[in-house]
């Protein structure tokens, strides 16, 4: 953990039209793409179907680490991945962006730097009726596991950030 300031969790994508969108959608709303981070996951099974294109993701961005993970395991659910991700995360901060969900905020990295150094969860605001994804501090993350990644529980421990820059 340090060498970045945000490293973006992206689950598994079974589409690549989905996933280029949304590693240029993180591309186009960062000040400087070397203070952050971007990883995947790849099921070991779809290695050979990735391989062809992984040359035109670090073509996008060379800050691009891809877990590849064995989907015959007998651990099937959808954190497993995820925990591994964040195991091999070098970002202050972390963001799980799922289900193809974009930016709507330039210089989100800009924004994220205000809060270095501080043991905080920064929630965005936006004009959906959907939450935004939240940006947890990855210390919180060590401590209380992947769970404020997914809601603002940290609220209650008072501390949680409104960021209306953020969307």
């Known amino acids: 953990m340090g060498s970045y300031l945000l490293s973006i969790v992206l689950p598994t994508q079974k ?3 989905v996933l280029i969108g949304t590693i240029q959608n993180i591309i186009d709303n960062v000040r400087d793409i070397n203070n952050v981070e971007i990883i995947l996951t790849i099921s070991e099974s779809e290695v050979e179907e990735y391989l062809p294109q ?4 670090l073509n996008l961005t060379p800050h691009i680490k891809i877990l590849i993970i064995d989907s015959r395991r007998e651990d099937t659910s959808r954190l497993h ?5 964040i195991l091999i995360a070098d970002g202050e901060f972390l963001l799980l962006l799922n289900n193809g969900i974009l930016f709507n905020s330039p210089d989100v990295d800009s924004m994220v730097q205000k809060y270095h150094g501080k043991l905080c969860v920064i929630e965005g605001k936006n004009n959906l009726s959907i939450t935004s994804p ?12 992947l769970q404020p990644l997914f809601n ?10 409104k960021e209306p820059n953020i969307s």
Do not use: A, Y
């Open 81 to 85: 991945p995820i925990n591994n991700q």
């Open 54 to 57: 992984i040359s035109d993701l």
């Open 134 to 145: 939240f940006i947890v501090h990855h210390k919180i993350v060590e401590i209380l596991g």
């Open 152 to 161: 603002s529980m940290c609220s209650e421990f008072g501390i949680e950030i």
């Open 15 to 17: 589409n690549w039209e």
